[in-house]
T-cell receptor
Framework: DQQVKQNSPSLSVQEGRISILNCDYT??????FLWYKKYPAEGPTFLIS?????DKNEDGRFTVFLNKSAKHLSLHIVPSQPGDSAVYFC????????????FGKGTHLIIQP | DAGVIQSPRHEVTEMGQEVTLRCKPI?????LFWYRQTMMRGLELLIY????????DSGMPEDRFSAKMPNASFSTLKIQPSEPRDSAVYFC????????????FGPGTRLLVL
């Protein structure tokens, strides 16, 4: 019973185009959501987050959208760059972000030149 | 400015042996988390501490696993005895501990139990 689901194990996008990564969750008590990026043999690195009281947060090329009624969030990367090729993890937590994270299984994003 | 430090980076051991993984959180961070990554289960929370006190250990798989945080700058995750199914990458992360902030991950320890 996965509480955070990333249904696309991989995604291939052309350089310069928009990458859209999706994430669904089942626990309506989650109140803070994060995206992490991971390269091989490294730990996950924080990318962007959003509180459940918001529906959008933007940071440079990265935007996260939250649809609470659908229990769905997405990460948009515009424009996509070769260095964006990595595994992206969606995570959710309770307690405003103070608790441990519940992760999805990740989406491997491949940016093609 | 050092990030989260984990040691060893790689560990190969035989079934039945004791394994100790170490973590030094970012200075000033009050929360410390241990995660495990496997192909089957992905990244999952094992235990986390706040101000050196274990808050939630519901993710610890069995009594063979134990974690301690004797002070604010050091934590250990011990597996005794180890089994092949414990083979995974173990990550430590830390955060300021006040809520609504990022967790910073270490590079992980890749454990192989033969």
């Amino acid at each position: 019973d996965q509480q955070v689901k990333q249904n696309s194990p991989s995604l291939s996008v052309q350089e310069g185009r928009i990458s859209i990564l999706n994430c669904d969750y089942t626990n309506s008590m989650f109140d803070y959501f994060l995206w992490y990026k991971k390269y091989p043999a490294e730990g996950p690195t924080f990318l962007i987050s959003i509180s459940s009281i918001k529906d959008k947060n933007e940071d440079g090329r990265f935007t996260v959208f939250l649809n609470k009624s659908a229990k769905h969030l997405s990460l948009h990367i515009v424009p996509s760059q070769p260095g964006d090729s990595a595994v992206y993890f969606c995570a959710a937590t309770l307690g405003g972000g103070a608790d441990g994270l519940t992760f999805g299984k990740g989406t491997h994003l491949i940016i093609q030149p | 400015d050092a990030g989260v430090i984990q040691s060893p980076r790689h560990e190969v051991t035989e079934m039945g042996q004791e394994v100790t993984l170490r973590c030094k959180p970012i200075s000033g961070h009050n929360s410390l988390f241990w995660y495990r990554q496997t192909m089957m289960r992905g990244l999952e929370l094992l235990i986390y501490f706040n101000n050196n006190v274990p808050i939630d250990d519901s993710g610890m798989p069995e009594d063979r696993f134990s974690a301690k945080m004797p002070n604010a700058s050091f934590s250990t995750l011990k597996i005794q005895p180890s089994e092949p199914r414990d083979s995974a990458v173990y990550f430590c992360a830390s955060s300021p501990g006040t809520g609504g902030e990022t967790q910073y991950f270490g590079p992980g320890t890749r454990l192989l139990v033969l």
